[in-house]
């Protein structure tokens, strides 16, 4: 593929990217989210068309994409995350459904020769077995056999591992490796750096949009890939910082809240945890370390398995978001759409919402009241909103989290968790909300602050939790702050 | 055009339009057709009559069940199918209570009000049910109260062993027909009383806000400390209640209960109630007001196609003709066009003026 | 894991139904084999008896009848659908039950089970409905005549005499047999007569709340009529309610006469009180009939006659008694 463009309404989502796969090679592709490797996978796979750049195939030269249907015939294949199949049929007529030969399908025929294929791949199915049999891995292997059996050339697995555990990745692993020998070409997109290591031969790392670069594996120090994938060089890593400090009067206040091996269901490792009056601190990490499934099972919005929370030294039960909020915890979560914004409701109804369900199901505002709340707010974040009648969901990214944010800041809680308040919004709402940060601590409420951008973080945090593949690996703070520092604690290892 | 935008985007445009079609219909069909005449009924008591009265008599069991329809469908995005089932299992209690298991008593063996408390409780045990299964076990509304459905009737003649109770005191009578004196229909006081105390309801507490978060997004609405298994499960028993008061009605109006016909198919107009009323059937945000009018509109269609002589087992399929309409006239890319024609034509005026 | 659950649920939901609408199932019946120490093995198969009160009668007779004090042994089965009652029947045959008693849901369908039936030995009666099948395979049927029915009432009406006869017609569910019966006589009758109008006709199902609806739609569009001819005695009692509501008389000498079908106690008790004037018999009582068959049969004698059509009356309320009501009340 070279020079590849691919714009959507307001944003280049591709910019003069090139990307070359050889035969018989796993090549991982990187990024941080909004990086462009799916925008970039979907122009290869005929789900978006290209704006410019050609896409070249061996032996075939320049072909032409427009289709998902095109890209199949010519061998490229996609495995998703989630499963793409029927889990009512056998393993058989998933392989083999949608190109039988003839309308008559053969079915001893088919059972036959998915047996055989299975074997040849080794993958521990049979082929009249329901695939809702099957364990997740099995599953994803079967999309695989399915892909390899349509003469797949190239071959793109697209977070295949996310919801494998350790023997099924490595069983995973292993199919990957016989595809290799016999010649397929693999995209493996991940946001697992060890399993990075442990299978491919080339990375190429993609950044808003942009190529980074392709690397050698051998050459590539993962310190060094961390840095790519977050945009700074290991050279150039002074400190960033500085600014932040003036606010770090952390020190002195006492512990407002405090977690011990704190587990849930989400799948991290249990974690201790604590934060003080007017601290702002942050967790770190790669998309997927776990960043959020920690701060979710603080506010229990996760259920809580086991751990001791205590809030003021007093020891407490959060078994559900309400009790967190009893509490004085407020969570901004990561998903705005899926879990922050009720899209249908106007925005006045947005901003009490927290606040109301505090009060009881039986003392509603008054219209007058709700009215004072959300013109307060609209005011003091500088919402721009037709009026506070306006559904949330007709209001721009920036606004809507602006909404969030107000819902949560009229709680008045103790502390604050922001996930991921800056992703998908403009870089003036950014701003203003970094700003907001610093100003709610200096008046003495404890902030917890989520970002993919290592350098928002340092702007506001001072202290910082590392995560890596969901198991808190070290905690930054003072001198320790820096880009450098973090990314090697991220990375891991070496 | 900006106020077209704005009089068809109120909910209750299209139950208002509706209304108002039917009712040009009638006048042009019949100019008498809203003559309300004050006679005595065969007890000697003044009563009103005319077909605006029998429309608001007869349509209150649905105005009453649209309330209950209306929260169940904004909290789970389902329909309850099993209302016509449990107003036969609610009836049928509460004339096991009336008749104490004999199918001719002399008297009534309990107050009617204890009667009535029984089959409110029963109708919420129902709704409970229903909403155990949608709230607690993630089942499709429509599949959970599908087992009511199935079942509900043979229930309702196991309570009272297949008899057919006739409730023997003319006072239970005026619960579905006139209290002596008093020229209104009883029910139209009923479905007063029924929707005050919703007005009162959704006013005091935050029964709306919080149903209506559950509906548009579940997720987000866990994460401001809203319990959205307890939001479902309490519009179904809010449901249940709702078909006792309209199993009452329905009971009341002859005194006794036939469980494979009472009630039958009320469940499609309750839907339909709520849908006429311009609510989404997916749930979410939802206009009280608007599901109680569809209620009586869908009884003004009933009573015009009575009057058009329209046989009685071929309403069904001039119900489907509204559904479709409304279905037609919601779809997003309608409304756009409609929207694109009304803007051409506003164009078109001004260039010819 | 949710399907299981749910689908458990509908399958008790299922079941439940089935017993809530008959007390024994086929199978219980399997118990006792053929060895059934001289009495006589019958299995019933009747439709719903929620059906309706006419259907509750008819069960109780049967029940009634067939207990053992009366040498039977006998094992009932109910459904509305054909299929299933097929099913139940080839359960009694194989059960070799010595006389299957049938009334069946639908007309059609039944040759080959009942050529099973007559390859085992077991006799058939039909009672109640009739069947398209070839008479050599059953040995009786106990049958009402519909037509005759509602001839009997047409001519009573006929028989009063009124000046001019504007007609409310309730039917019952379209297309079953006592629609047809009792419709057809009434609609032959008015095409004859000038003085006979159909003011309305309309089916309500068999169902009070329609009929009442129909008749208020009558009375709020205001169009005269002097009887109301309704197809069974729930829909008569719904028109009367809509009567009463808009102060119309009815009754002995009164404004509208009012008829109904199936001689339910209540109804009879209506005309005792000059309420309602004439009530159509449909007689569930078969049991004698059946009864008195099976022994004929036993004692070795041959039947007189394949079809029997029960005895029907016609009560009109001048005349009706106590000792009526009583008797044939259902």
């Known amino acids: 593929m070279r020079g590849i463009n691919k714009s959507f309404p307001g944003v280049r989502a591709l910019q003069n990217v090139d990307f070359k796969l050889e035969k018989g090679e796993i090549h991982a592709l990187m990024g941080e989210n909004g990086a462009g490797k799916s925008t970039l996978i979907k122009v290869l796979t005929g789900v978006y068309t290209k704006d410019s750049g050609t896409i070249e195939l061996e032996g075939k030269g320049e072909v032409a994409i427009h289709s998902p249907q095109d890209a199949q015939k010519l061998g490229i294949s996609t495995v998703y995350q989630e499963i793409t199949l029927c889990p009512n049929l056998t393993v058989a007529e998933n392989m083999f459904i949608g190109r039988e030969k003839s309308s008559i399908t053969n079915w001893k025929q088919m059972n036959a020769d998915a047996d055989k294929l299975l074997k040849k791949l080794d993958i521990p199915a049979i082929a009249t077995q329901q695939l809702s049999n099957c364990s997740i891995a099995v599953q994803q292997m079967v999309a695989i056999a399915r892909a390899v059996d349509m003469d797949c050339k190239v071959l793109i697995l697209d977070e295949p591992t996310s919801s494998l555990d350790e023997q099924e990745v490595e069983k995973l692993f292993g199919l990957m490796r016989d595809l290799k020998a016999m010649g397929v070409g693999i995209i493996f997109v991940t946001h697992f750096l060890d399993q990075v290591y442990e299978v491919c031969d080339k990375i190429t790392v993609l950044r808003d949009g942009q190529l980074v670069g392709e690397y050698e594996i051998k050459d590539l120090p993962r310190v060094q890939l961390v840095a790519k994938m977050l945009g700074k060089e290991m050279d150039d890593l002074s400190d960033i910082k500085g600014e932040g400090k003036q606010y770090n009067g952390a020190d002195a206040g006492e512990t407002v809240f405090e977690a011990e091996q704190l587990q849930s269901d989400a799948g991290i490792k249990p974690f201790d945890f604590h934060i003080k009056k007017g601290e702002v601190n942050g967790f770190t990490g790669l998309l997927g370390s776990g960043r959020s499934e920690c701060v979710r099972a603080i506010f229990g919005a996760d259920r809580v398995l086991g751990g001791k929370v205590k809030v003021h030294g007093k020891e407490v039960k959060i078994n559900k978001p309400l009790d967190a909020m009893k509490n004085g915890i407020a969570y901004l979560p990561e998903d705005r759409k899926v879990d922050g914004i009720i899209g249908d409701l106007s925005v006045r109804d947005n901003i009490i919402m927290a606040l109301q369900v505090m009060t009881g199901f039986f003392k509603p505002f008054s219209r007058a009241k709700a009215e004072a709340f959300a013109d307060e707010y609209i005011k003091k974040l500088n919402i721009k909103t037709a009026s506070s009648d306006t559904p949330i969901k007709s209001l721009s990214g920036g606004n809507q989290q602006k909404v969030i944010l107000a819902r949560w800041l009229l709680m008045h809680p103790e502390y604050l968790i922001l996930d991921e308040p800056t992703r998908g919004i403009d870089v003036g709402t950014k701003v203003d909300i970094q700003k907001l940060v610093l100003e709610l601590a200096s008046e003495g409420m404890s902030v917890t602050f989520i970002s993919s951008e290592t350098d928002e973080m340092l702007r506001t945090c001072s202290r910082l939790v590392v995560m890596r593949d969901r198991k808190v690996v070290g905690e930054l703070s003072g001198e320790d702050l820096t880009q450098n520092k973090i990314m090697s604690t991220i990375a891991g290892g070496e | 055009m900006s106020k077209f935008k704005k009089i068809t985007s109120n909910q209750l445009f299209i139950p208002l339009m509706a209304l108002i079609l039917l009712a040009v219909i009638n006048l042009i069909n019949d100019p008498g057709f809203f003559k309300v005449t004050l006679g005595t009924n065969n007890a000697g008591y003044p009563v009103l009559s005319g077909y605006l009265i029998t429309i608001l008599d007869y349509g209150s069991e649905l105005g009453i069940l649209a309330i209950g329809m209306t929260l169940v469908t904004a909290a789970s995005g389902g329909q309850d199918i099993s209302v016509g089932a449990t107003i036969a299992i609610a009836g049928s209690a509460m004339l096991r209570v009336l008749c104490g298991g004999n199918s001719r008593p002399e008297t009534i063996q309990a107050p009617i009000i204890v009667a009535f408390l029984v089959a409110c409780v029963v109708g919420m045990l129902c709704g409970a049910f229903n909403g155990a299964l949608v709230a607690l076990f993630k089942i499709q509304p429509m599949i959970a109260t599908l087992i009511l459905f199935t079942a509900g009737r043979s229930i309702a003649a196991w309570i009272n062993n297949n008899e057919l109770p006739i409730v023997p005191d003319p006072k239970f009578s005026y619960f579905g027909g006139f209290i002596p004196g008093i020229p209104i229909p009883t029910t139209v006081f009923i479905v007063a009383i029924c929707i005050v105390i919703i007005a009162l309801v959704l006013k005091f507490t935050n029964l709306g806000l919080y149903t209506q978060a559950v509906g548009i997004n579940e997720s987000s609405s866990r994460l401001n400390g809203i319990n959205p298994t307890l939001i479902k499960f309490i519009s179904f028993v809010i449901l249940g209640l709702c078909v006792a008061v309209a199993a009452l009605i329905k009971v009341s109006r002859l005194s006794t209960i036939n469980y494979s016909v009472i009630a039958k198919d009320i469940e499609m107009d309750a839907i339909l109630a709520v849908a006429l009323g311009g609510n989404a059937l997916s749930g979410g945000k939802f206009n009280m007001w608007s599901s109680i009018l569809g209620a009586y509109v869908i009884q003004f269609l009933t009573t015009t196609l009575y009057k058009f002589n329209v046989q009685s087992d071929a309403l069904a399929a001039y119900k489907a003709v509204v559904v479709i309409l409304l279905v037609v006239f919601s779809a997003p890319t309608v409304r756009d066009y409609m929207g694109q024609l009304m803007k051409k034509m506003s164009l078109a005026r001004k260039e010819a003026a | ?330």
């Open chain 3, 1 to 330: 894991m949710m399907k299981r659950v749910l689908a458990v649920l509908m399958a008790s939901a299922m079941t439940l139904s089935l017993v809530a609408c008959g007390s024994a199932a086929p199978a219980s019946s399997g118990s006792a084999p053929a060895a059934s120490g001289g009495k006589i093995k019958v299995g019933i198969i009747n439709n719903d008896p929620n059906e309706s009160g006419y259907r509750t009668a008819n069960d109780a007779d049967l029940k009634a009848k067939f207990t053992e004090a009366n040498g039977y042994e006998a094992s009932f089965a109910y459904s509305l659908k054909n299929d299933e009652q097929i099913q139940y029947a080839q359960n009694f045959i194989q059960d070799e039950v010595d006389y299957l008693l049938l009334s069946a849901a639908d007309t059609a369908g039944w040759d080959s089970v009942l050529k099973d039936a007559q390859a085992a030995g077991v006799k058939v009666i039909l009672f109640d409905r009739t069947i398209d099948a070839d008479p050599s395979l059953y040995e009786a049927s106990i049958v009402s005549d519909m037509a005759k029915e509602g001839q009997t009432a047409v001519d009573w009406l006929a028989g009063q005499n009124l000046s001019e006869y504007n007609v409310i017609h309730i039917q019952g569910v379209m297309g079953s047999a006592a629609q047809q019966g009792r419709s057809g006589a009434l609609d032959t009758k008015v095409a004859a007569e000038s003085n006979w109008n159909i003011v309305k006709q309309q089916t309500a199902e068999w169902n009070a709340e329609k009929a009442q609806q129909i008749v208020q739609s009558v009375i709020d569009a205001g169009t005269p009529f002097n009887v109301i001819y309704a197809e069974n005695d729930d829909m008569a009692k719904g028109a009367v309610a809509a009567l009463d509501a808009a102060g119309i008389s009815h009754g002995v000498g009164k404004d509208v006469v009012v008829m109904g079908f199936d001689c339910n106690k209540w109804a009879l008790e209506e005309l005792l009180a000059q309420n309602w004037n004439y009530d159509g018999q449909c007689n569930p009582f078969q049991s004698s009939y059946i009864d008195d068959i099976i022994k004929k049969l036993e004692a070795g004698e041959t039947l007189s006659q394949k079809t029997i059509i029960m005895d029907e009356k016609g009560f009109d309320a001048s005349t009706i008694t106590q000792d009526d009501v009583d008797n044939y009340g259902i």
